[in-house]
């Protein structure tokens, strides 16, 4: 666990010119073979040749199994670790997964597609000028580098809010026998459970449980005491594996939803960062009035995204990127937009694309965050003038030394 600070546990990295492990067990060497082979080979690879730095191969961990793993790595640091703060764990276990990830999900990609000789991946780069050279990226054929960039961003969420704190001692609740639990109805849930032995322990866990209650009619002061029991059970007969604690930990999660009915039978709705909240719907209808031409058949995802609905697919911008935001720029220092700088740039990189122009090529690529921070906080990254769109008499441009000295005012 020591070592785990100097790696990133979501990417195979191979760097060229150096030794590659013969481990024909590792899946993507072959790839990397070919994607070399087809650099070397194909005329419209030659700007690649001898300036590619590495290969990065990104991959993923199930998001409820990895978070299992990051509270057991915390309660074993803490053992050996008495006197340490969450900082400290962070640092040492996974301070250069969280730097990589945040390199990844802030860079710019260039789609190059699948090679000729290797259909199992996709291969994007980014031009690094701090090396002048291309970095890599390479993602399985039915994914995209931005499900990575937001699975990436959920994993750093898990990582930094995981709550570090003293262990709790393990302590047991059998099952007490004057609650006149129906043991038929028990014979026939734990029937069920052993026919589903080989199914997948989260499927287990988050549906069939509650299936089984509901078929045997338990009461939920039944149902505590049956998983308790499970509890009691696992411990005793595979005491100290990973499989046991991962268990065990949904058991417990399960059982605090059933404390809490509400929780099963009326869900409360998630909260999201990927909403934006304008001062009044007359708002939304005028900014739906004024970019609509910008959007065409996508109208009505438009005024959905607008009144702060989560969209299932990114909706494209036709133009430059800093032309879209500076007008979200605008709205907010006219007072149109309640939320921060930073959750409208969140708003946007999670809902929109636009369109890349570089001379004659153009491609579709998602905001850049980094970017649109830029031209919300800066002047120097707005549009010129007459590439400003949606400049009318209610959402006017203002200059940042005129709003500087209109904040100064408002201050005396």
Not at 203 to 219: C, G, H, P, S
Not at 253 to 269: F, G, N, V
Not at 352 to 368: A, D, P, Q, R, W
Not at 401 to 408: G, H, N, S, V
């Amino acid at each position: 666990m020591e070592y785990l600070g100097g790696h990133n546990l979501f990417t195979k990295h191979f760097v060229i010119g150096c030794w590659i492990n013969p481990n024909k067990s590792i899946d993507c060497l072959n790839s990397v073979s070919n994607f070399l082979q087809f650099v070397e080979e194909d005329w419209g690879m030659d700007k690649f040749k001898k300036r590619i730095q590495y290969l990065c191969y990104l991959e993923e961990i199930d998001l409820l199994y990895f978070k299992c793993i990051v509270e057991k790595f915390a309660s074993n640091y803490k053992k050996n670790f008495p006197y340490s703060e969450k900082e400290d764990f962070l640092k040492q276990i996974f301070d250069y997964t969280i730097y990589e990830l945040e390199e990844i999900i802030s860079r710019d990609y260039t789609w190059i597609g699948q090679i000729p000789n290797e259909t199992d991946f996709i291969f994007y780069y980014d031009y690094d000028y701090k090396s002048n050279e291309f970095l890599i990226y390479v993602v399985p054929e039915d994914k995209t580098i931005e499900y990575f960039q937001q699975y990436y961003k959920r994993v750093i969420k898990i990582i930094q809010e995981i709550k570090y704190e003293e262990e709790q001692a393990k302590t047991f609740i059998p099952i007490v026998n004057d609650e006149k639990i129906n043991i038929q109805r028990l014979d026939s849930i734990t029937n069920k459970l052993n026919e589903l032995e080989q199914k997948d322990v989260l499927n287990i866990i988050q549906v069939d449980f509650i299936e089984f209650f509901r078929d045997a009619k338990l009461t939920k002061k039944e149902q505590i005491n049956f998983i308790d029991n499970q509890i009691k059970g696992m411990y005793l007969s595979f005491p100290d594996t990973p499989r046991t604690d991962f268990f065990i930990e949904r058991l417990k999660r399960l059982k605090e939803a059933i404390a809490q009915p509400q929780l099963i039978t009326k869900p409360k709705p998630e909260l999201t960062d990927k909403l934006i909240t304008f001062n009044s719907n007359e708002t939304i209808e005028k900014l739906h009035t004024e970019l609509k031409g910008y959007f065409l058949n996508k109208e009505a995802e438009l005024l959905k995204v607008l009144q702060g609905e989560l969209l299932t697919e990114l909706i494209l911008f036709p133009h430059n990127q800093n032309r879209f935001v500076e007008v979200f720029k605008r709205l907010k220092y006219n007072g149109f937009i309640l939320s921060t700088p930073t959750e409208i740039k969140d708003w946007i990189c999670s809902n929109f694309t636009y369109v890349k122009t570089i001379g004659i090529k153009k491609s579709v690529e998602n905001f850049n965050e980094n970017s649109v921070w830029d031209v919300l906080t800066k002047a120097k990254c707005e549009p010129s003038k007459k590439n400003r769109i949606c400049e009318t008499d209610w959402l006017p441009f203002i200059k940042q030394d005129l709003r500087k000295k209109e904040a100064e005012n408002e201050k005396l």
